[in-house]
């Protein structure tokens, strides 16, 4: 009798929505969370925050089908995507496009929780996250659109809270898509000659030898506007000490990425400790609140 190594079809599942790998679902969840407990200066209702929760993993994880719908027919010539579901063909495209109606809806369902704005403007983000995949097709940055992506995420949570948007909204949405212009493009690096090989684009190919000062540059400009932020709306000593970790951390890292020939597996870490970073930031946010 032979044996199978057919994998489960949960499982299959499971990393087509990229569950195995939290740390791309967490990186989404953090600038909603920033929002939402600075918004409501550190004490947010908690059936809010639960559904910000969901919501971010319910959309991240349409996100993730939407990309690899998109992607099926090139991520089996990059390295780091090959194996993905519908890559491999371990999936077939009628269950991922059933698979992201289902996590669709359920955003929907999570987001008619929210006030009108919000509501609204997690409709406006939909064509966005549909989009973001086609664009590394045509746009020569296409983190630039991930990035917008990600800013709903403030915009979103912020006025879900306030029911408007502020000069303070604005400050963090800034900041949050500077900071993943950064992180994304660092994840790019490691993808940059299977990319120049089969013809999409990225921000890591767009700055070429100057990506790691594009890095520093977003890293920069996210940390001026954090501090922007903490001034306008009065946080206290911890939030500082928060930045302040994090502006060593990303200092660290571009100073790392300026050496030549750097392993792949070190972008990976680096994406990985943009997550701790952001924890790190939310902790402060939320003690400096009081």
């Not at 496009?97 to 406006?124: D, E, K, Q, T």
């Not at 490691?190 to 999409?200: P, W």
Request: charged share 15%; glycine share 8%; with cysteine.
């Amino acid at each position: 009798m032979l044996e199978t190594n057919q994998e489960p079809i949960l499982l299959t599942i499971i990393r087509l929505l990229r569950w195995h790998k939290p740390e791309g679902r967490l990186i989404l969840m953090i600038p909603a969370l920033w929002a939402v407990f600075l918004a409501a200066a550190g004490k947010p209702p908690v059936p809010l925050v639960g559904v910000i929760i969901l919501g971010t993993l319910a959309t991240s994880a349409a996100g993730c089908v939407v990309n690899d719908l998109w992607d099926r027919d090139i991520d089996p010539e990059v390295e780091r995507t090959r194996d993905r579901p519908l890559a491999s063909r371990a999936l077939s495209v009628k269950v991922g496009i059933v698979v992201g109606i289902i996590a669709l809806a359920c955003a929907a369902v999570l987001a008619f929780y929210l006030n009108r704005l919000s509501f609204w403007l997690s409709v406006a983000a939909v064509p966005v996250i549909l989009l973001y995949p086609g664009a590394k097709r045509v746009f020569p940055v296409p983190q630039l659109v991930l990035s917008i992506a990600w800013g709903f995420a403030v915009l979103i949570s912020w006025s879900a809270v306030t029911q408007n948007i502020s000069l303070s909204t604005w400050l963090l949405w800034g900041a949050t898509v500077l900071w993943t212009l950064g992180f994304d493009t660092v994840y790019a690096m490691s993808d940059r000659e299977d990319d120049r090989r089969i013809g999409v684009n990225s921000s890591a190919l767009f700055f070429g030898d100057y990506a790691p000062v594009a890095i520093g540059v977003f890293f920069l400009g996210a940390i001026a506007l954090l501090g922007w932020l903490g001034v306008a709306i009065h946080l206290k000593l911890a939030f500082w000490i928060s930045l302040t970790i994090g502006t060593i951390s990303w200092l660290w890292q571009f100073i790392e990425l300026r050496k030549p020939e750097l392993p792949n597996p070190i972008y990976g870490q680096m994406f990985r400790q943009n997550v701790w970073i952001g924890f790190i930031l939310l902790a402060g946010m939320i003690l400096g609140s009081f």
